[in-house]
């Protein structure tokens, strides 16, 4: 898992230097600079937008018992996406660390994860829907584009992939699963086998819990709409405006290729070449693309230290309490 990180990461990096060389440095950093650090900030604050819904919905699907509060969700989903654009980890290593902060408020980890597991379920099945919204309107303007039903296609196999790992968490595959950990795990990964104690009776209780469940999908996809207006405010800062449902498309898109380009981490060079290709579909030079990707990296690294310094510190609070106790 380590190397296919690693030559992710270094293949990113290449693609986004040889696109950034191509296009020219002067001309992006020329683009970038007319929307200024102002300018990031503001788009660092609409991310923030959807953290909270994506919170919200996290809140509403966890178990009641030990659940903290909304706040405490927030910083979670908060370092959930810090960790997804600065740090170079393996698949679900955001979604741990998102239960770490849970479980450092007082959540029990069986709980945390549950909940974790079925919040990564919701995100899933509603970028799906998000996609699909962002074709429809792709079709709509330009029906002659080639892509539209192989792209459908996918959409369809990632949704009956999705609804078999919903059905898999129904129908026992979290037992077996727990009852391997309980079995083969001993000793420094025990934290492991705590966290996935119960956790297949918990999930199956918070699936029957129906109308949460869909609520939090709602909410979910209302995040994903949201998330576009970040790329919105870019466009407009580096000159080059587009319609709200371009922007729509536009963003499904990139958030689609780097859901399946998820060995990369960071999604660098697939974000970058994403919005070139894309681009293309609405007019967007290469030059404005990658500005574009600029500028959200950029913003995406504004918004991420506060959160990782945030977790750091109460990190830190835990181990400083842990040791007085301890004397």
Partial sequence: ?????????????????????????????????AAGWMGVTWMALAHMLPIIFYAFAWRLVSPAASAPGLVVFFRARWVRDAIGEMWFTPPLGSELAGMRVLTLAGMAPPQAAAATLVDLTEALSSQIAYTLAGLLLIAHGLPQAPFIIPALIGLLAAAA????????????????????????????????????????????????????????????????????????????????????????????????????AFMVPAGLGVQEAGYILAGQLFGLDATSALALSMLQRASGWLRAFPALLLWQVHEGKHWWRLAREGD
């Fill in 161 to 260: 992939a999705i609804a078999g790992f919903a059905y898999a968490q129904n129908a026992g595959g979290l037992l077996w699963i727990e009852r391997a950990v309980s079995k083969w795990t001993s000793g420094w990964l025990e934290p492991v086998r705590l966290s996935m104690n119960g956790i297949h009776g918990l999930t199956r209780r918070i699936y029957r819990r129906k109308w949460r469940i869909f609520l939090a999908f709602g909410i979910h996809l209302l995040a994903w709409f949201c998330s576009a207006l970040a790329a919105w405010i870019g466009l407009r800062l580096i000159g080059h405006p587009l319609a709200w449902h371009q922007v729509i498309a536009l963003e499904a898109i990139i958030a689609a290729l780097r859901s399946i």
């Fill in 1 to 33: 898992m380590r190397k296919s990180v690693l030559l992710g990461l270094m293949a990113g990096i290449s693609l986004t230097i040889a696109l950034l060389a191509y296009s020219g440095f002067g001309k992006i950093g020329t683009a970038i600079a």
